[in-house]
């Protein structure tokens, strides 16, 4: 008989070559397990992952940001891997998790911060920049669009529509965390290879994403979609924060279409495409980080 595998802690022990820490704050009514890195007087980055990742997803960028001289914060985002998980789709609208980043960044003393998102905390970003505008100093977005794009996107896009099924399915009761759920996760596990190049996530890394979804299990994740759909869009939709948005142009859920006219949306954007990477562009490109370090690292001048 083999003996039973022990999956790893999917805390900041997973960077215990690195001086990392796991905390857990409760910001907006909600605890979350967050992993902390760098200077605390340093210039404050906030990076939000999305689904079906969690903080680990931004491993490559942490180090990198603190040796460039940053104090890094990387949130489980609500129900997601060792944060809590409030019931209910109301807990999930984007003003809630807005709120939760805008908490989370008064919670280091401090009055704004840089806040980069990928994928669901690329919505994330948008919203906290759009709905508190003073409390953004530099937004990174990272293969997700305007939400203004997305919405009308889908109402003129036929494509879009189709490459936004699952959107669609997790509206539905019950079935989406079904699927997710049965055959220890191998569709979660599906939408991480499916969306990626191959040999991005290697054996090691996905063991350490299905440990994650364990803690929490997938209900919460899809209530992220539900919670989307009942969202109010901010009061107003141009984003006046200095913007990079980084596109990998094969990304098969989002026509890079959408990636340049979210620029038209930012009174201070730039748009940098990667020809051949995914929608996991971070994981794929180390020019990604090169370019969020030259855009965090530059004054509060335009460019």
Not at 50 to 68: N, T
Not at 77 to 96: H, K, T
Not at 179 to 208: C, H, K, Q, W
């Amino acid at each position: 008989m083999s003996a039973t595998k022990i999956l790893p802690n999917t805390d900041a022990s997973l960077l215990a070559d690195y001086d990392v820490e796991s905390i857990y704050r409760t910001v907006n009514d909600v605890q979350l397990h967050i992993v902390t890195a760098g200077d605390p007087d340093a210039p404050l980055v906030i990076l939000l992952h999305g689904h079906p990742d969690f903080w680990y997803g931004w491993r490559d960028q942490i180090i990198s940001l603190v040796e460039a001289g940053f104090r890094v914060i990387v949130p489980d985002q609500r129900g997601c891997n060792l944060s809590e998980a409030p019931d209910g789709v109301e807990a999930y609208r984007l003003s809630e998790l807005s709120a939760d980043v805008c908490e989370l960044i008064h919670s280091e003393g401090r009055e704004s911060a840089h806040v980069v998102g990928h994928d669901f905390g690329g919505f994330v970003a948008w919203n906290v920049a759009l709905r508190q505008p003073s409390i953004v100093d530099r937004l990174g977005i990272l293969n997700v669009p305007h939400p203004t794009v997305y919405w009308d996107t889908l109402k003129s896009s036929p494509q879009q529509i189709a490459r936004s099924w699952y959107v669609w399915l997790y509206q539905l009761p019950k079935l989406p965390e079904w699927m997710l759920s049965r055959n220890n996760m191998d569709n979660m596990v599906a939408s991480l290879e499916v969306t990626s190049n191959p040999g991005t996530f290697d054996e090691e890394t996905i063991e350490r994403y299905r440990a994650a979804w364990r803690h929490t299990g997938v209900h919460p994740r899809i209530n992220w979609y539900r919670g989307f759909r009942r969202s109010e869009n901010p009061s107003h939709d141009t984003v006046t924060q200095p913007t990079l948005i980084c596109w990998g142009k094969d990304d098969i859920a989002l026509l890079p279409s959408m990636a340049r006219m979210s620029v038209d949306y930012c009174e201070n954007g730039q748009l940098r495409m990667f020809p051949n990477a995914s929608h996991w562009v971070h994981f794929e490109r180390e020019e990604v980080t090169e370019e969020l370090l030259h855009h965090l690292s530059k004054s509060s001048s335009p460019y």
